[in-house]
């Protein structure tokens, strides 16, 4: 079953909880209560990647992250980042996952994860942020760009355990796109890599729902009711209503 992975936002401009957490002991409390609700790793953000977001320097990225990452008493926890100097501070601070959503876009991350040792979330993307008018043709071409990325990583001198790739939902992919995605994981079992799905509240939804984002857990859920057995993580906001569905679920052996 599936590993759910806690979304922790602090930023200001996250699409569906912006600002909520930008506060250090807000984060902190939050961090503690996806842990108690069941995350077995939380995912914290600094940078909001969501349409139309800013890029963000590593310096006003470790300024919020820092007074965070203080706090962590060996919580297992993975930090969403493309900038690498960041990720070198956190790793310091004992994280154990880095969620890059550039691809891998920079060969500096790609070194330090390989001297660190440390988990690598490899997601799939065209451009940082993420932009409605740049998709792939198809997801062929999600395929092969893991074909050539995973390959560049294992010369790079990262392990292929300690890999894990994200297609990249509403990165590269329309809304068609994401299901299709989603109902073909099997495809990119070929990479002998670990698969994340970052696919709570996404706008993908919108193709099924008319809820805005804060209210598309129930949505979300769904799919993931469908992936927990597909994929290797799931990265989502709602752990509480995750933890308790999956535990019914296992227990009726869906």
């Known amino acids: 079953m599936a590993k759910l992975v806690g979304i922790l936002n602090v930023t200001l401009n996250s699409f569906s909880d912006g600002g909520k957490y930008a506060v250090p002991q807000d984060a902190v409390n939050r961090l503690c209560t996806l842990f108690e609700e069941g995350a077995d790793i939380v995912d914290i953000g600094a940078a909001s990647t969501t349409y139309g977001a ?3 320097t590593h310096q006003d990225e470790w ?6 990452l203080k706090c ?5 926890i993975s930090v969403d980042t493309y900038n690498y100097q960041t990720a070198e501070k956190a790793i310091a601070y004992g994280a154990e996952i880095i969620n890059d959503v550039s691809f891998g876009l920079n060969d500096n991350m790609l070194k330090l994860v390989a001297e660190s040792k440390v988990k690598y979330i490899l997601m799939y993307s065209l451009v940082v942020p993420a932009d409605k008018n740049v998709r792939v043709n198809n997801i062929n071409e999600i395929e092969y760009g893991f ?3 995973v390959e560049a990583c294992l010369k790079y001198g990262i392990a292929l355990d300690q890999l894990i790739i ?3 939902i509403g990165f590269g992919t329309n809304p068609k796109q994401s299901f299709e995605v989603l109902k073909n994981l099997e495809r990119f079992r070929k990479f002998g890599t670990e698969i994340l799905i970052g696919h709570s509240r996404k706008s993908f939804l919108e193709l099924v729902s008319d809820y805005p984002p804060q209210e598309r857990d129930l949505e979300t859920l769904t799919a993931s009711l469908y992936l927990r057995t597909q994929a290797d993580y799931l990265r989502i906001h709602n752990v509480n209503w995750h933890r308790r569905a999956f535990k019914v679920a296992e227990a009726l052996n869906f």
């Open 147 to 149: 074909e050539k990325k």
């Open 72 to 76: 962590l008493d060996k919580k297992p």
């Open 63 to 68: 300024k919020i992250l820092e007074p965070i």
């Open 54 to 56: 800013e890029l963000v």
């Open 166 to 168: 994200d297609p990249g």
